[in-house]
Every structure is written in structure tokens, then in C-alpha cells.
């Protein structure tokens, strides 16, 4: 249920900058192709679909935004380093426990079990 929660927080925080993308006021190929971008990864993590890849892209736009080679539209909520930072540490995180148990990657590729054996020195 965690990874859950936090592939849906991810997501819906990502499909809320996609909306912030959509500025009437800031015209250009830039703000509507980052649009589109958050759109498609937020629903992408909400799904979980490819969850480890989205996570990563998402990671890189972060750092894109944090170098400010991504431009922010005016009403955006990650104003400040700190937002952006956890942030990235989500997306980080998302993509190195997985996508979780309630996913469509776990449907369609199975989930994946570690057995680790018994030691053949421990007395019973």
C-alpha cells in the first residue's frame, strides 16, 4: 500500500504541474510540450506503467527545473529549491523500490518474489 501512495501522490503532484503548464498566458512549443510531458508521466505513475522509466524522466525534469534549464510557469507550486528537491527524491526513490503489488507493471509482468535460503550451517 506505501508504494501505492506514493506512486499516486507522484503522479497527482505531477498532473497538477502539467495544469500549471497550461497557462493561457504563456504561449510557446516549451510550456505546451512540458504540458504534455507531466500530463503523460503523471498518468503513467497513477497507472503504473513502466513506473521505474517514468520515474527517472520525472527525476531529470526535476533537476532540469533545479538548474533552471526548465522554465517554471507563473503558477507553479514548486517555487522554491526545497519543493523541488523532495520532489525528486520521490521520483528517485518510486524508481528504485518498483512499482508495488497494485500496479499494471505487476499485472502484466508478475511480481517478483526474493527467497533467500536457509543456511545449510544453522541448527534447527
Known amino acids: 500500500m506505501g508504494l501505492l ?11 497538477l504541474q502539467g495544469v500549471a503548464y497550461t497557462d493561457p498566458s504563456k504561449k ?6 512540458m504540458a504534455g510531458s507531466a500530463f503523460g508521466l503523471g498518468a503513467l505513475l497513477l497507472s503504473g506503467l ?6 527517472i524522466l520525472i527525476a531529470l525534469g526535476g533537476f532540469g527545473v533545479l538548474l533552471s534549464i526548465i522554465p517554471l510557469p507563473s503558477q ?3 517555487c522554491n529549491g526545497l519543493t523541488i528537491i523532495s520532489f525528486i527524491v520521490q521520483a528517485v526513490s518510486l524508481a528504485t523500490l518498483g512499482p ?3 500496479s499494471l507493471d505487476a499485472r502484466m509482468f508478475g511480481r517478483r518474489e526474493i527467497t ?4 545449510p550451517n544453522t541448527k534447527s
Open 5 to 15: 501512495l506514493l506512486r499516486a501522490l507522484l503522479g497527482l503532484q505531477l498532473t
Open 28 to 33: 510557446g512549443l516549451l510550456m505546451w510540450l
Open 50 to 55: 513502466i513506473t521505474p522509466v517514468a520515474s
Open 76 to 78: 507553479s507550486y514548486l
Open 100 to 102: 508495488g503489488a497494485f
Open 116 to 119: 533467500i535460503p536457509s543456511s
